[in-house]
């Protein structure tokens, strides 16, 4: 098979597509971005906000939850790397009283910010 000829599966929820060019074409150009149409049902307290927040930052209710769901994700990605920030941290630690503080940073990152009481009662 020639170097220029490639096989692309795309897949998404539902809809996959299969993609294969001939010997004498040059693979197909992919998307940067495609959009989905997704239908979703939520709480109508969570909705009465959306339309709070749409409004305020003057934005259609669909681009706002465009937004929140980015910036969920984004959250979650940051959560992760924190997890293994800590976590590579407390294993590279050597002296007890840095390690000590990698496992307080690391309990952290696990349970939350509010996981070990920084005044405990004895």
């Known amino acids: 098979m020639d170097e220029r000829c490639t096989t692309l599966v795309y897949c998404e929820y539902v809809q996959c597509e299969y993609v294969h060019c001939e010997y004498n074409e040059y693979p197909p ?5 495609r959009s989905i149409r997704q239908s979703v049902t ?4 969570l909705a009465v906000e959306v339309k709070r927040m749409a409004k305020q930052q003057r934005l259609t209710v669909s681009r706002a939850l465009v937004s929140l769901a980015e910036r969920g ?15 590579e941290r407390f294993l590279n630690q050597r002296s007890p ?8 940073d690391l309990i952290r990152a696990i349970f ?3 996981a070990i009481a920084e005044n405990s009662v004895r």
């Open 73 to 87: 994700v984004q959250a979650e990605q940051d959560k992760k790397d924190k997890l293994k920030k800590s976590f």
């Open 29 to 33: 150009l992919q998307r940067k971005s």
């Open 42 to 45: 939520i709480l109508a307290a």
């Open 112 to 114: 939350g910010d509010n």
């Open 97 to 104: 009283n840095k390690k000590d503080a990698a496992v307080k």
